[in-house]
């Protein structure tokens, strides 16, 4: 199984089905490795410490974490699983914080905001770029920007996940704007910019 196979398989057993091998994560998402490995090679995905080891090290997006005792393994963040409550740190955000997704989207996030769906948070990014790399995962990119700091101020809770990422329950749609990236056509900024001055149209209704 390529890296790319055994970094998605463990994703999903990690942070949304470990019952599916019958794998138990504590409620802070740790697993036993020594039973990890178990239950993978029993379900029929073979999986050694080694590689193991080497897909936590060359994570360029950090996913999973290792305890420091060496014996457990979690998904940093992305979890859906019921009984996973990870207790994460109350942090002060940046001024500004952005979440990628795809131009679809666009229409529900103007009524709901941004959710996190199955998932216990909705996860932002650090910088535009990273958010671009993700946004890029569902289709046509598009960059919403998220007034952080202005949200932290009126009593929102940002966390930070163990690989950086930030994490919140929701993204109420006035905090947000669309920052449309280079690489979308004219036509496209267009209708982006038409969305957003529905949406603030929409928000004046509203007060």
């Known amino acids: 199984m390529s890296s790319a196979a055994v970094s998605k398989f463990l994703s ?8 599916d091998i019958g794998l138990v994560l504590d409620s802070e998402g740790w697993a036993e490795i020594e039973m990890l490995l178990a239950c ?6 073979p999986l050694d410490s080694m590689t193991l080891q080497n897909i936590v090290r060359e994570s360029d997006k950090k996913r999973f974490t290792i305890s420091d005792d060496g014996l457990k393994i979690r998904a940093a963040q992305g979890h859906s699983a019921k ?5 994460h740190t109350e942090k002060t955000p940046p ?3 952005f979440h990628g997704t795809a131009t679809r989207f666009l229409e529900s996030i103007i009524k709901t905001g941004l959710i996190p769906g ?19 995962r569902h289709g046509d990119v598009v ?13 929102h809770i940002f966390y930070q996940a163990d690989n950086g990422v930030w994490l919140i329950r929701h993204v109420p749609a006035e905090f947000l704007c669309v920052v449309p990236p280079p690489a ?5 900024l267009q209708q982006i910019s038409l ?3 529905s949406r603030s149209g929409t928000e004046s209704n509203n007060v």
């Not at 999903?12 to 019952?19: F, M």
């Not at 993978?40 to 995905?45: C, D, K, L, Y």
């Open 12 to 19: 999903y057993v990690l942070r949304h089905k470990p019952e």
């Open 195 to 197: 969305v957003e001055s």
């Open 95 to 97: 001024a500004t914080l």
């Open 40 to 45: 993978s090679n029993q379900a029929g995905q």
């Open 184 to 188: 979308i056509e004219s036509e496209n």
């Open 118 to 136: 199955d998932r216990h948070f909705v996860h932002l990014s650090q910088d535009n770029k990273t958010a671009s790399s993700v946004g890029k």
């Open 143 to 155: 960059i919403l920007k998220v007034a952080a700091s202005e949200m932290h101020m009126q009593g």
């Open 83 to 87: 009984t996973v409550t990870i207790t």
